[in-house]
């Protein structure tokens, strides 16, 4: 697999912040009886709000936002002290909060 990847990140110090990324993901597949390729194109963005004295971090974020239709397979290894993840790639268009919250 062969990615090539750029973006660019504002962070305001009143605790807003986006994001974006962009870039091109060359990959060929062989597994089995099963091989291809699949070539695509990347764009995610986000933004949020890092909330104050490091309580959390609330954002909004976009992956695929081209909608491409996407074949890769990212299989992360799970175990017991470690959870599945996030694929790397989203198959399709998708949107998603996330809220990360520290409670001392």
């Not at 990615?3 to 305001?12: A, C, D, K, W």
């Not at 912040?17 to 060359?26: K, N, P, T």
């Amino acid at each position: 697999m062969t990615e090539l990847r750029g973006g660019v990140n504002y962070f305001h110090p009143a605790g807003f912040f986006a994001s974006a990324c962009a870039g091109y993901v060359w990959h060929e597949f062989k597994e089995g009886s099963r091989s291809g390729k699949d070539n695509f194109p990347i764009l995610d963005a986000a933004v949020g709000f890092r909330l104050t004295d490091d309580r959390g971090v609330l954002s909004l974020e976009i992956q695929n936002a081209l909608g491409e239709e996407v074949q890769f397979e990212d299989r992360p290894l799970v175990s017991v002290n470690n959870p599945p993840a996030l694929p790397r790639y989203a198959r399709e268009f998708t949107v998603f909060a996330r809220a990360t919250l520290n409670f001392e």
